[in-house]
T-cell receptor, first 113, second 112 residues
Framework: TQLLEQSPQFLSIQEGENLTVYCNSS?????LQWYRQEPGEGPVLLVT?????EVKKLKRLTFQFGDARKDSSLHITAAQTGDTGLYLC?????????????FGEGTQLTVNP | NAGVTQTPKFQVLKTGQSMTLQCAQD?????MYWYRQDPGMGLRLIYY???????DKGEVPNGYNVSRLNKREFSLRLESAAPSQTSVYFC???????????FGSGTQLSVL
């Protein structure tokens, strides 16, 4: 059972369309990170959200952290072919034994010309 | 401007063979990690090292050993490879535990 559930698992859209990717959990996270991974490369950090309700924008990408810090979303406006990649969310859970970062299984996004 | 460097890029092993995956970072980071990535499973932590001289088990440590040779280098060893260890392996580093992770480009390992 995944601690973090990402949906959809696969998404194929046309250039110019908007899309939203979701990252959900029953656990409360002290912070949540979003990464993007291209084929043959390691993930690259896009953003970290820390505060419940926080919204961060990175050009056409909008990241939101849920009020209860259990979920997050990534919205892309007017998708471009260069947005194609695997999008991963990673939540940090802090407990008695320290913090632990857990990754979701990812959303594979394909933007077609 | 190398960041995190992993070697080799590709490796094919026979069941029972051993090998070591090498990782080095040039960002003076304290924490280093080894992950494996499998389809539909996301990234799973094998071992991590919060600082030089310390190593701890992650989510899936069985069949692996690690060595934090110095602050720069963190190696992953498979003593007796099994087909279940076929995966893509990523090394990562961060300044503090679980803050922004910098990843290497991965090692594609196949165990026949």
């Amino acid at each position: 059972t995944q601690l973090l559930e990402q949906s959809p698992q696969f998404l194929s859209i046309q250039e110019g369309e908007n899309l939203t990717v979701y990252c959900n959990s029953s656990s409360v996270f002290s912070s949540l990170q979003w990464y993007r991974q291209e084929p043959g490369e390691g993930p690259v950090l896009l953003v970290t959200v820390v505060t419940g309700g926080e919204v961060k924008k990175l050009k056409r990408l909008t990241f939101q952290f849920g009020d209860a810090r259990k979920d997050s979303s990534l919205h892309i406006t007017a998708a471009q072919t260069g947005d194609t990649g695997l999008y991963l969310c990673a939540g940090e859970v802090t407990g008695a034994s320290g913090s632990r970062l857990t990754f979701g299984e990812g959303t594979q996004l394909t933007v077609n010309p | 401007n190398a960041g995190v460097t992993q070697t080799p890029k590709f490796q094919v092993l026979k069941t029972g063979q051993s090998m070591t995956l090498q990782c080095a970072q040039d960002m003076n980071h304290n924490s280093m990690y080894w992950y494996r990535q499998d389809p539909g499973m996301g990234l799973r932590l094998i071992y991590y090292s919060a600082s030089e001289g310390t190593t701890d088990k992650g989510e899936v440590p069985n069949g692996y050993n690690v060595s934090r040779l110095n602050k720069r280098e963190f190696s992953l060893r498979l003593e007796s490879a099994a087909p279940s260890q076929t995966s893509v392996y990523f090394c990562a580093s961060s300044g503090l535990r679980d803050e922004k992770l910098f990843f290497g480009s991965g090692t594609q390992l196949s165990v026949l």
